[in-house]
């Protein structure tokens, strides 16, 4: 395994790739939520700690959704009508398949160890016997994914979450997990791997489209259910967060929402 990096990417965003990633992380939150019962969570419900650069991270929340809904949304429709799901499959597997990479890292981290050995064996079954990724046979083995990033990691070792905190083209954040990000993106294996900028940049940008694709039906329940879309953006990614570690969070809790609890699970 290869010591860890946290120094900054080289990755240097094309104008194609950056047209691709905005509000990702904020609609995948918010979908993901909606589609597990978390819709009904009353926006504005995060205490004012939590949220205290309200001003910008709402005027940042209206730039991203701006170009997401001028570029991504259309870019990822057009996908969705052009090319073939079989296709669209085998692109979302291989990009779940190389995160697995990382999940393992940070399962052993956190000392997960169930984690790190479904990780393990979901990388190198899919890899080996699901053509690099492109089939999910371990899925289908009933391998279970466990996924985690270094926001997570540094939660497990009671890093607090800090402020919540809109990160242009990202979305939804906080100060512990725009550090983690930092991380992910520099230990990615496409980023240390793949040293031709423009190759990386087209395999980012089509990953983003997929999964941005994955999320048009979810979009759509958004928009008629959401009052205040920024209000539910973020305590929907505050919730996730929380559900993502098997902390669940009842609703005007003062506490860090973002954090891991301390005891063993």
Known sequence: MRKMSFTM???VPSSAARAVRPALASLAAVAVLALTGCANLPPGH???EHDPWESYNRAMFGFNEGLDKAVLKPVATVYTDVV????????????????DVWSLVNNLLQFQWEGAYNSLVRVT???VLGFGGLLDIATEAGVTRHKQDFGLTLARW???SGPYFVIPFF???????GVGLVADWTASPVTREIQHVPTRNSLYALWAVDKRAGLLQADEMLESMALDKYSFTRDAYLQLRARRAGHEVPDGDEGDAGRLPREDE
């Open 9 to 11: 990417p080289t990755f």
């Open 46 to 48: 995060v205490s004012p």
């Open 84 to 99: 073939p799901s079989p296709v669209r499959t085998g692109v979302s597997n291989v990009s779940a398949n190389i995160a």
């Open 125 to 127: 079954v899919n890899t």
């Open 158 to 160: 009671h890093v607090p």
């Open 171 to 177: 979305g939804p954040s906080s100060v512990r997990d």
